[in-house]
């Protein structure tokens, strides 16, 4: 299902969080070497991941919801924090680093 801001999501035990980034692409192309595809990048979103009780249909992935822009998020390598709150609650924390992996999966 796809979810808008402030639609209610249950949680019941079980249930978990992964956190991961996704590069928002600004523009298209075709064969983008390693080394050039940071130019193809508008930016970096969360995109939370929840899986309910291995239920296939109660996956849901949450994007932003801000847009971080590729000059904010400084240079390749750098490290950022990252976190997921539910209610205002930290459900899961992590660190990824500018540019990886999507260097090579442009």
Known sequence: PLLGPGDAITVRPGDG?????????GRGGRDIAPERAR?????YAIAGRWAGE?????RVVQLGPWLVTRDDAGEPGTARPARILL?????????WRVGEPFDTMI
């Open 17 to 25: 969080w992964t956190l991961a980034v996704a590069a928002v692409l």
């Open 39 to 43: 130019d193809h990048v508008a930016g």
């Open 54 to 58: 291995a239920d296939a249909d109660t």
């Open 87 to 95: 209610d205002g609650t930290p459900v899961v924390a992590a660190e």
